[in-house]
C-alpha cells in the first residue's frame, strides 16, 4: 500500500466523522453504544464539543485528500 492510499483512507474516514458528528450525531451515539463492547469508546466530550471535532475533522479530511494527490502525483 503506498502512502497516498494510506492518505486517502484516513481522508475518508476522518470525513466521515466529521459529518456525521455535525450533521447526524445520533447516528454516532448509536456507534457508540455498538463500539465500546468491541472497540473504543467515543468520549463524551466529543459529543459536548461535536461542532469544533466534526469541523476539524473536515478540514483534516480536506488536507489528507491534498496529501494524497500529491503523494500521487510525486509517485511516491
Known amino acids: 500500500m503506498k502512502i ?3 492518505a ?3 481522508a475518508v474516514i ?3 466523522m466529521g ?3 455535525l450533521f447526524a450525531p ?3 451515539r448509536k456507534f457508540n453504544d455498538f463500539s465500546k463492547r468491541m472497540i473504543a469508546q ?3 466530550v466529543t459529543f459536548s464539543y461535536r461542532i469544533g471535532f466534526g469541523v476539524s475533522l473536515i478540514i483534516a479530511s480536506l488536507f489528507m485528500f491534498f496529501m ?3 503523494f500521487k502525483v510525486k509517485g511516491r
Do not use: N
Open 4 to 6: 497516498g492510499d494510506f
Open 8 to 10: 486517502t483512507i484516513i
Open 14 to 16: 476522518a470525513g466521515v
Open 19 to 21: 459529518l456525521l458528528l
Open 26 to 28: 445520533e447516528v454516532l
Open 42 to 44: 467515543i468520549d463524551t
Open 68 to 70: 494524497a494527490y500529491y
